[in-house]
């Protein structure tokens, strides 16, 4: 606990710091068509924020593709973050012991955070250095690169929650300054849960599917447009997130064939590939449970009776769906699915087919995905328990022989699970740690390597896992540790800013990270210590996700 506090306070300090430097007595400003957004200076930074890059999506606009915003005349203030999109509400886990006060911190830290929301959110967030004028031609870092500019999908809690005020930007942005390859920041709102994620057939037949997706590459868009006023290049973006982020930014890799568009050259993922999901109509259930709590089932439009539903309303009735912490845990009610347009197919047949970028990219996990999301099932506990949850919650439409060979693969022994090489610790339940194990490798370990067997041979790819804060009890190198690693200012901050600005992670002189080739699979490795990164090879549990993969083409969720 000692452990994370610091790491957590580290963050928290650092911001103080950037935002405590000296403001400028002359607020900065930029021309966006025909209108003028004033921003503020914090010492070497300048922030421009809660900038729509859309129309917003109300009234007969909810429910429809993001519409590209024309400015008019007028100043516009920049210096406040906009509301963030509409959330879901959750429900924390009920815990006891050392674990409950490691996970309540961790959980309140990033998923208790109440952030105002309104359904008028689809803005952007631009930190950029002060010196940077429309010549500079900087890299972004959406997050993207040279000096990059960063396009961030927020680290959201499985596209039911999150904003982009959750990050400070400027530590990224003087990070790299200090670094001497300064980046631009850019991040931005998405529509969430059932506003951005609606799944249906009646969704899919109005072609309105993963709004929340579409609203990322309408930022993606208005980044080409404006990003030049910031001091940025259009051309040297990368897209980085964590967690929801990070499927985002893969799943932005198999839109559209595969084609960027132009729209970004790079992608850096933290704990996120392209997800095995099956067709839009898989959500119909929650949908039509939405229309019903909304009092829209007799309508004869029903998705067109949800655009007139005031908007506490409808957010009231999707809160009632399950959350992230239910007991399905991460068979989320909301989350991308194909739609025929957004994503033509499973986004894991699209990379099999060869439909994805061929872009340089960053990707890799935390050693223990899958504790925190485990701390909703701990009512499981035998091994008749485990597989039941397997066959009738979590992988509906599996055989007993499939659950019993994922059984098998991931046994009923606690030495084996996660956290992972901790022994008999750890052991919140008899099944805890073997539930954390499935779930970490099923969600995250798994996408991950079916992406780089299709991908690797092909470009530039570097993988890394994280093993650091091993020591936190229950949880180990949980979910979302490494982020702490970028906002903290760590080592792999220098490493998503040296690919921001080279499209390579490498410094000139320190640990040389090693391209990943499927005949050596090589990665980098953050662990706790004296010696911080070492080179190791992804072989681990290789048959036990192999296997995942097969099961989970078979039944995508």
């Known amino acids: 606990m000692v452990m994370l506090r ?131 031609k900087l890299p972004v870092v959406v997050s993207s690169t040279p000096l990059p500019y960063n396009f961030d999908p927020p680290a959201t809690g499985g596209f039911e929650l999150g904003s982009t005020s959750m990050y400070d930007g400027a530590l990224i942005v003087k990070k790299s300054q200090d670094l001497g390859q300064p980046v631009i920041y850019v991040s931005m709102n998405y529509r969430l849960t059932g506003f951005g994620f609606l799944a249906s057939k009646e969704v899919k037949e109005a072609g309105v599917g993963n709004l929340g997706l579409q609203d990322q590459r309408e930022a993606l868009r208005w980044i080409q447009k404006y990003i030049t006023q910031f001091g940025g290049d259009p051309t040297k973006v990368t897209i980085w997130g964590e967690s929801a982020g990070a499927i985002s930014v893969a799943l932005q890799m198999v839109a559209n064939a595969g084609n960027t568009e132009g729209l970004f050259r790079g992608g850096f993922m933290q704990s996120g590939a392209t997800i095995p999901v099956g067709d839009i109509t898989n959500g119909q259930k929650y949908y039509d449970a939405v229309v019903k709590e909304t009092g829209c089932t007799g309508a004869s439009d029903t998705l067109d009776c949800l655009r007139t539903i005031p908007y506490a309303k409808l957010k009231a009735a999707i809160n009632k769906s399950p959350g992230i912490f239910a007991y399905q845990s991460l068979n989320l009610a909301w989350l991308p699915r194909t739609d025929g347009v957004f994503l033509t197919d499973n986004p894991q047949n699209l990379v099999q087919q060869g439909k994805v970028a061929k872009i340089p990219y960053v990707t890799g996990n935390c050693d223990d995905e899958g504790t925190l999301f485990s701390l909703a099932n701990l009512n499981v506990t035998t091994d008749a328990q485990f597989k039941s949850y397997l066959k009738n919650t979590f992988l509906p439409g599996t055989s007993n022989a499939q659950i019993d060979k994922i059984a098998k693969l991931y046994p009923n022994d606690i030495t084996a699970g996660s956290p992972f090489n901790t022994g008999i610790f750890n052991a919140v339940t008899p099944q805890f740690k073997r539930l954390a194990a499935f779930q970490g490798d099923g969600v995250f370990q798994a996408p991950r390597r079916w992406m780089l067997q299709h991908t690797a041979s092909k470009q530039n790819v570097w993988v890394f896992v994280s093993k650091r804060l091993k020591g936190i009890p229950g949880l180990g190198a949980f979910h979302f540790s490494d982020i702490l690693n970028v906002y903290g200012g760590g080592d792999m901050a220098g490493h998503l800013i040296r690919f921001v600005n080279k499209l390579d992670p490498n410094p000139v002189f320190g640990y040389q990270w090693p391209k990943y080739t499927l005949a050596t699979r090589k990665i980098a490795t953050y662990v706790d210590g004296l010696n911080p990164i070492v080179t190791d090879t992804d072989d681990y549990r290789a048959e036990a996700m192999s296997y995942l993969t097969e099961v989970t083409l078979a039944n995508p969720v």
């Open 6 to 136: 610091h790491f957590l306070l580290s963050i928290v300090l650092h911001s103080v710091y950037v935002s405590a430097a000296p403001t400028a007595l002359v607020s900065p400003s930029v021309t966006l068509g025909s209108a003028t957004f004033v921003g503020e200076t914090s010492g070497t930074v300048q922030r421009f924020l809660g900038i729509p890059f859309a129309q917003p999506p109300v009234g007969n606009l909810r429910y429809r593709l993001p519409q590209p915003i024309t400015y008019t005349n007028g100043s516009y203030d920049a210096k406040k973050y906009g509301p963030s999109c509409g959330q879901q509400s959750v429900g924390l886990p009920l815990l006891s012991g050392l674990t409950a006060e490691a996970a309540n911190y961790v959980i309140n830290s990033i998923f208790g955070q109440i952030f105002p929301d309104d359904e008028d959110c689809l803005t952007v967030n631009v930190v950029k250095p002060a010196t940077a004028t429309p010549g500079s």
